[in-house]
């Protein structure tokens, strides 16, 4: 069964490094969406993308993050400037259709982000 | 918008009893509600969703979920809980637009 598959599983990084989280999703989905969970938290949703544009995104979601599917295969999250409390598991997820549909989210098994 | 609000946060059932996790959710339109599963270091899960196909919808593991429209519910259930099943469980509501909600989780607890 196709999957969606995140690279690195685990990334350590200094505060005010940027880093990419890289996502592979399935090869026929079109929508694309990065989610984060801290810690014990709740799972967050980060910001969705259809047709090479963002389509939502959240509050979290501010200018030291951009997304990008640069080569029509990877989809890719980066943090420019990162903090502390952007310590977190990130997951990517794929679905086949988009809004109105009942087309479930496929998630990758997370990166996990420490930043130190 | 859409919400969704998982009722508990910790449930704990003996092995071999029935489990009930609680969620409600709000949409302004017609929602698509699935649950989602996470075990300790692992990723997220499909369990079920809702197609409106059918109220009371079957999962993986023996898992089902019955969507009561007047109630606002999408409680998921299980008749005999087994100790593989201890996890956290995410109700998961997709409405009128790409934001995707999760609820806050429930952590299932089997007991021996």
């Known amino acids: 069964e196709p999957e969606v598959t995140q690279t690195p599983s685990h990334q350590v990084t200094q505060m005010g490094q940027e880093v990419i989280l890289r996502c592979v999703p399935i090869s026929n989905h079109l929508y694309f969406y990065w989610y984060r969970q801290i810690l014990g938290q709740k799972v967050e949703f980060l910001v969705s993308?259809?047709?090479?544009?963002?389509?939502?995104k959240s509050e979290i979601f501010d200018d030291q993050f951009s997304v990008e599917r640069p080569d029509g295969s990877n989809f890719t999250l980066k943090i420019r400037s990162t903090k502390l409390e952007d310590s977190a598991m990130y997951f990517c997820?794929?679905?086949?259709?988009?809004?109105?549909?009942?087309?479930?989210?496929?998630f990758g098994n997370g990166t996990r982000l420490t930043v130190t | 918008a859409q919400s969704v609000t998982q009722l508990d946060s910790h449930v704990s059932v003996s092995e071999g009893t029935p489990v009930l996790l609680r969620c409600n959710y709000s949409?302004?339109?017609?929602?698509?509600l699935f649950w989602y599963v996470q075990h300790p270091n692992k990723g997220l899960q499909l369990l079920l969703k809702?197609?409106?196909?059918?109220?009371l919808v079957k999962g993986i593991n023996g898992f089902e979920a019955e969507f009561k429209k007047s109630e606002t519910s999408f409680h998921l259930t299980k008749p005999s809980a087994h100790m593989s099943d201890a996890a956290e469980y995410f109700c998961?509501?997709?409405?009128?637009?790409?934001?995707?909600?999760f609820g806050k989780g429930t952590r299932l607890h089997i007991l021996p």
């Open positions: 993308f259809y047709n090479n544009e963002i389509s939502e």
């Open positions: 809702y197609t409106s196909a059918a109220t």
């Open positions: 998961v509501v997709s409405g009128g637009d790409d934001k995707i909600i």
């Open positions: 949409s302004s339109y017609s929602p698509s």
């Open positions: 997820a794929s679905r086949l259709l988009g809004t109105g549909s009942n087309s479930p989210l496929h």
